[in-house]
């Protein structure tokens, strides 16, 4: 299957700082998802971004397809963006995912 | 758009026990479905995958089967649970054919005494 490795594993912010994750993948993929689990555990849909940039208000995503990463980049940190974040990438129909980035915001 | 619903939310259940756990769609027709379990604090791990009725994929061997008797309707089981099927479940479907998007339930939570 699919490798899909995420980095860093743990991440620690102040409210208001800006942070990227990543997300690299061993193998060509018909799609990437980036997922936010939040404290209930519900998986909440943040980027559908096969390839291309994407911008969701303090949330953008970059996929370079070609060389297997995806970034997430989320600006102006909150406390409510804490939680563990997930890459997803699709090939034939199953999903492969990465072991998460657990992001902790301080007030 | 796709709403998926799952139930129970939590569920505490003998070592021993029957399983039975149910996830169903609206909003769109002829999804792919799947089942993931989650252990605490650990990524998820894709258990059955449906791209039809009747058709199941199985990714781990292990105590648990899955069934889809409808297009929409897709079914976790297990004969007898072992304190190792405790963890956080959860049903996806996905749309669109290939590249199609997921989107997940809100979970079951089982635990196995």
């Known amino acids: 299957g699919i490798q899909v490795e995420q980095s860093p594993p743990d991440l620690i912010l102040q409210e208001g700082a800006n942070s990227t994750l990543r997300c690299n993948f061993s193998?060509?993929?018909?799609?990437l998802q980036w997922f936010h689990q939040n404290p209930w555990g519900q998986l909440i849909n943040l980027f559908y971004?096969?390839?291309g940039t994407k911008q969701n208000g303090r949330l953008s995503a970059t996929t370079v397809a070609t060389e297997r990463y995806s970034l997430l980049y989320i600006s102006s940190s909150q406390t409510t963006d804490s939680g563990v974040y997930f890459c997803?990438?699709?090939?034939?129909?199953?999903?492969?995912f990465g072991s998460g980035t657990k992001l902790n915001v301080k007030p | 758009s796709q709403t998926i619903h799952q139930w129970p939310a939590t569920l505490v259940q003998p070592v021993g026990s029957p399983l039975s756990l149910e996830c169903t769609v609206e909003?769109?027709?002829?999804?792919?479905l799947y089942w993931y379990r989650q252990a605490a604090g650990r990524g998820l791990q894709l258990l059955f995958y449906?791209?039809?009725?009747?058709?199941i994929s199985s990714e781990v061997p292990q105590n648990l089967s899955a069934s889809r008797p409808q297009d929409r309707q897709f079914i976790l089981s297990s004969k007898k649970l072992l304190l190792s099927d405790s963890g956080f479940y959860l049903c996806?479907?996905?749309?669109?054919?290939?590249?199609?998007?997921?989107?997940f339930g809100p979970g079951t939570r089982l635990t196995v005494l």
């Open positions: 971004i096969p390839s």
């Open positions: 996806a479907a996905a749309v669109g054919g290939l590249g199609n998007e997921q989107f």
């Open positions: 193998d060509s993929v018909n799609n």
């Open positions: 909003g769109t027709s002829n999804p792919n």
């Open positions: 997803a990438v699709e090939n034939f129909n199953k999903f492969y």
């Open positions: 449906s791209v039809g009725i009747g058709q």
